[in-house]
Nanobody, 123 residues
Framework: QVQLVESGGGLVQAGGSLRLSCAAS????????MGWFRQAPGREREFVAL????????YYADSVKGRFTISRDNAKNTVYLQMNSLKPEDTAVYYC????????????????WGQGTQVTVSS
């Protein structure tokens, strides 16, 4: 069992930056590939970024490539999402998730989810 708690969301103007954190507890953090997903009102939860167990491999959705950076610190049991050049269309609840068999961009392959943190980007 893994518990995930996101933090760092908030309200920011377009062009601004935020850094999300996701703290994990429970089973060994480094066993899991980690991902970030987001869900805007009325839309499906969509993939944003993933990182391998070691942190050596990352992958991004086209919509965030070049603006967002995922990273992890296995000593601190934490995964991060640095979000730069934010746009109003980035407004959503952001979720981190843990994947025992990954890494994968497929939502249904993730085993554990956090409760989400709201990111709102004003124009």
């Amino acid at each position: 069992q893994v518990q995930l708690v996101e933090s760092g969301g908030g309200l920011v103007q377009a062009g601004g930056s935020l850094r999300l954190s996701c703290a994990a507890s429970g089973r060994t953090f480094s066993y899991y590939a980690m991902g970030w997903f987001r869900q805007a009102p009325g839309r499906e939860r969509e993939f944003v970024a993933l990182i391998s167990r070691s942190g050596g491999s990352t992958y991004y959705a086209d919509s965030v490539k070049g603006r967002f950076t995922i990273s992890r610190d296995n000593a601190k049991n934490t995964v991060y999402l640095q979000m730069n050049s934010l746009k109003p269309e980035d407004t959503a609840v952001y979720y981190c998730a843990a994947d025992a068999s990954g890494p994968s961009s497929i939502r249904d392959e993730y085993d554990y989810w956090g409760q989400g943190t709201q990111v709102t980007v004003s124009s």
